[in-house]
């Protein structure tokens, strides 16, 4: 059992950055992949951002490639999301989510969850 709590959102103005956390309990942390997904009102949750068991590799959704920066320090059992040059249509609520398959994947069939946290972007 992995368990996985988000923080770090809030309000925040357009070009403005932001980091979020994920904190994961568990002993298998270090062998899952790791994700970010986002939801915003009236839309299914997309994806966002995954990074491999050792932080070697990551993948980008096209939306967020080179402006969010996915990382993770498996001795604090913690994934981040650095957030920079935000724009209003970067307004969801962001999900971690740990998976134990053996690549790191976009779909939305991961093993664990967060509760997610609520990040706004005004214009």
């Known amino acids: 059992q992995v368990q996985l709590v988000e923080s770090g959102g809030g309000l925040v103005q357009a070009g403005g950055s932001l980091r979020l956390s994920c904190a994961a309990s568990?002993?298998?942390?270090?062998?899952?992949?790791m994700g970010w997904f986002r939801q915003a009102p009236g839309k299914e949750r997309e994806f966002v951002a995954a990074?491999?068991?050792?932080?070697?590799?990551?993948y980008y959704d096209d939306s967020v490639k080179g402006r969010f920066t996915i990382s993770r320090d498996n001795a604090k059992n913690t994934v981040y999301l650095q957030m920079n040059s935000l724009k209003p249509e970067d307004t969801a609520v962001y999900y971690c989510?740990?998976?134990?398959?053996?690549?790191?994947?976009?779909?939305?069939?991961?093993?664990?969850w967060g509760q997610g946290t609520q990040v706004t972007v005004s214009s």
């Open positions: 568990g002993r298998t942390f270090s062998r899952c992949n």
């Open positions: 989510g740990a998976d134990a398959g053996s690549y790191m994947k976009r779909t939305l069939n991961y093993d664990y």
């Open positions: 990074i491999a068991r050792t932080g070697s590799s990551t």
